[in-house]
Each structure stands twice: as C-alpha cells, then as structure tokens.
C-alpha cells in the first residue's frame, strides 16, 4: 500500500503534505535497516496514515487538522522509531537487543546510585588542589578534615554504603554552606542531597529514616556551627554546644543503623 495517496479535490492538500514528509521520515531512518525489515516498517507506517487520512475524511475534519494530527503522531513516535532502529541493528549484529537493554538500564541505575560519590570526587579534589596552592590564610586544618571525609567516604562506598554516605554528607556540608563561589556550592549541595538521600534510603522503617535524617541534621549543622564561628556558641555553650549536637546525631546513626539479628529458633 503506498503511502503517497492523492489529495482531494486536485493538487496536494495540507494533510497529504504531511503524510509525504511522515513518509520521507520513515524512509530515513529504516534505510539504517535490513531491507526486509525497512520494507515491513514503511507498510505498517504507510498503512497507518492512510487510516488516519480516512478517519479525517469520514470526520469531515479538516485537511489541516488531519495535518497536524499527522505531524503530532510522528513527533510523539520519534523515540520509539530510534529505539526499534536501535533493535533491529542489533539484531543484525547477532546481539540480543533485550540483554542490551539490560545493560543499558544496570548502568542506568549505578548512574543514579552513584552520582553523588562524582561529587563528592569534585569537591576531595578541590581541597586536594587547595592544600597544595592555596595561601597562608586557608583553613588548612579545616580543608584536611574534609577532604579526608570525602575521601573515606569515597573509598567505603562498596564496602560500608551507609557509614561511607554519612562521611561524604559531614564532607560535602562545608562546601556546600560555607564556599561562597556558586558553581561549588551547587556541587556541595548537590552531593549533600545525593548522600543524604543514601543514607535514609539505605535504614530500615518510617521511624528509623526520619531519625536518621534529624541525625544528619544534627552532625552537619555542628559542622557548620565549628567551620563558621570556632567552638564559641550563644549564650556561653562554647565547645559543648557543637560536641552535643555532633555526638547526639551520630549516636542516632548509629542506632538506626544496626541491624537486628534474627533470634534463633528453639
């Protein structure tokens, strides 16, 4: 069935310029096919305009809307139309297009579980550069702490994900708050964001992830309060404010993340 049907009423019309443009669409993009394959794909496309053309005319819709009709359909397919080109080389590789797709979505879901650890990679190597270059009146002591926590951070990733998220939080909250160039701040918070979300992703039950994320809270906020303005507080808490605050969110880590061991049966 060919997909170049004549216009009504002489000359072409508005839909049928559309369904010549779907038609030389199709033929593009198949032409990267087998030809048995190509050949099936512009039957079925051509057979489905020509439907749609049909359904106008019974309608009485005009040539324009069928048109536009037309050209929504096409611009609505164009993923689907570069997915099965996708497949079919593929398959004429002799790969399977369904292990490729398996692949395709396992880093997919590496990519989103581990973006913020590329972050956090950003962030150690700017304090890296720092402590190498920087002048006398950097913070050396404050830059080294955290690096080394976004380091540890990074390198417990696979091992201890929870703890290694927690470090690259406390790590990532410096920058994220107190590095007043805005593209850092952005990577800061986001990584911050990222770990965070880690860490109550990562701890059993309702209850459990909200303390957990007040802990976070706790730990980052004592961070900032030391990194801002030293061990002095409010009204004279001084060194206890910080240390309190720290010591409570990381006892509630802590205590949301220990697994309960099963009890043995009798």
């Known amino acids: 069935m060919s997909g170049h049907a004549p216009a009504q009423g002489g000359g072409q019309d508005a ?7 779907t038609c030389r669409w199709v033929r593009g993009y198949t032409a990267w096919v087998g030809a048995e394959a190509a050949e099936r794909r512009r039957a079925e496309i051509a057979s489905d305009v020509w439907e749609q053309r049909a359904d106008a005319r019974e309608r009485g819709a005009a040539p324009a809307t069928a048109a536009l009709s037309i050209a929504g359909r096409v611009m609505a397919g164009i993923p689907a ?10 398959a004429m590789r002799g790969q399977r297009a369904d292990r490729k797709a398996l692949t395709m979505n396992t880093l997919g879901h590496i990519a989103a579980r581990w973006w913020w650890v590329l972050g956090a990679a950003v962030l150690a190597g700017l304090g890296v550069v720092a402590l190498i270059f920087g002048d006398r009146d950097l913070q050396r002591g404050q830059v080294g702490v955290t690096v080394a926590a976004l380091v540890a951070g990074i ?3 696979q091992f ?15 920058p994220a708050m107190l590095i007043w160039v805005p ?3 952005i990577v800061g918070i986001a990584t911050v964001i990222g770990a965070a979300i880690e860490v109550v ?16 809270v706790s730990v980052v906020g004592a961070i900032v309060w030391i990194a801002a303005s030293g061990l002095s507080g409010p009204e004279g808490l001084g060194l206890w404010g910080p240390i309190v605050l720290a010591a409570a969110g990381i006892a509630v880590l802590v205590a949301t993340g220990a697994r309960r061991r099963p009890v043995a049966a009798a």
């Open 15 to 21: 839909a049928a310029l559309a369904e010549a443009l």
């Open 81 to 90: 139309d570069l997915t099965w080109v996708r497949a079919q080389r593929l």
């Open 155 to 157: 390198v417990l990733r």
């Open 160 to 174: 201890l994900p929870r703890t290694a998220a927690c470090l690259i939080v406390f790590g990532a909250a410096i």
């Open 183 to 185: 593209w850092v701040m």
């Open 201 to 216: 992703r990562l701890t059993s039950g309702v209850a459990g992830r909200a303390l957990a994320a007040l802990g976070l």
